[in-house]
């Protein structure tokens, strides 16, 4: 999971692609960086770490130019602490192109090969990223005729690139001294929304990015969800070109951007996050009513901040008092995407504070988003006790996580997966509640799309059902030795 904007304006790009990244940190932390475009000269910084800890006075006045692109990074292909795996990533042929990607490839195993064998092309680093731009490099080079690329070469480029990479990818790409070019896999399994604005010499300027909030930020309007398989190419003039690149597309959005990834003010793919979490607070209710007789609960807390709509929703629902019992540090980093498991259960200590006067004595129902490896949840539970409840019960708004997620969230070894084998009972022992409810696969479903037109979501994580349909056994087994979290 990234965070990436591109920004075709008629002013500067650097300061408005700062703050788009600054919007977007809470889908990547390990790294970040800027390329801007100065007619067909681009201007580059990458650096580890947080953006407003990355960008000094001196890299922003070198990013010169009236388009860029940006990117902040989760890691789940390629080391997380490795300066040379930042994007943006850059080919100087054919006229020089910069990229920046989210999402997870999964045949960059025959990719590698053919990119070396057939292609002859060299990639310097083990991101995935780097192989989708030389495959895009690749095919814009066979499709191209003459110094000005045209829309239909652009988009003949994108069709053969459908045709080579699998698994999920929403990419924005920078032609040096052409244009700016965003794509998105034909499952439209990760976001990428288009805006655009007016200017004071009434002129377009665009905007992508993954998320909703950076446009209204930024005062764009909301043009649409760019399609699955969808190309849209805007020339250095503003001018701007789509096509579907693709023969078979099929909407199926990833489901845990509504529970957990997304900013709860965001529209995705016409479906409001906050409402959808909300709904899920509904159908939560429901189940917990089914197996917890509501008396027996005195208080309904959250696991701030993603999973508070739910939380709401489910103390609505039963009649019980809610209560916010953590405060949370703001100042660290969330803990679902920390590298590693040490650093994640250092830091949920470091993260949360339990307050005493909110737990003595009584019966609490925690709701947290979702429960992934268990480290968070176990941890939660411990100082819920040590601040003197009598009982804790930990509920999920998700039902529970049993199998590997391929397409951008780093959940890549099932052995690292608290519910992969396990059913309830067994996870409550291990995270020492006094008892575990999760949200049912159906009800998610549901809750996500019953206002919409999606028929169907990306749930792989929860039902071991790959959309791309090529995720096997032999697959899973080579991710898991071969990629560490």
Known sequence: MCGIVGIVSTQ?????????????QH??????GIASMEGSVFHVHKSKGYVKEAYRTRHMRSL???IGIGHVRYATKGAADREEEAQPFYVNAPYGIVLVHNGNLINTRELEKDLFQIDRRHTNSTSDTEMLLNVLATELQITTSKNELTPDQVFSAVRSVHQRVKGSYASIALIAGQGLLAFRDPFGIRPLVLGRRTSLNNKDEWIVASESLVLENGDYQIVRDISPGEAIYITIRGELFSMQCSDNTFLCPCSFEYVYLARPDSIMNGISVYEARLRMGDYLAKTISKSVNSGDIDVIMPIPDSSRPAAMQVARQLGIEYREGFYKNRYVGRTFIMPGQAERKKSVRQKLNAMGTEFKDKNVLIVDDSVVRGTTSKEIVQMAKLSGANKVLFTSAAPPVRYPHVYGINMPSRKELIAHNRDSLEIQRVISADQVIYQEVDDLKNSIIEKSDIKQLD?????????TGDVTKEYLEWVEQTHHS
């Open 459 to 467: 749930m792989s994580c929860f039902t071991g059902e790959y959309i």
């Open 27 to 32: 889908r990547g932390q390990d790294s970040t």
């Open 12 to 24: 500067p790009v650097n300061q408005q692609i700062y703050d788009s990244l600054l919007l977007l």
């Open 64 to 66: 010169t130019g009236n």
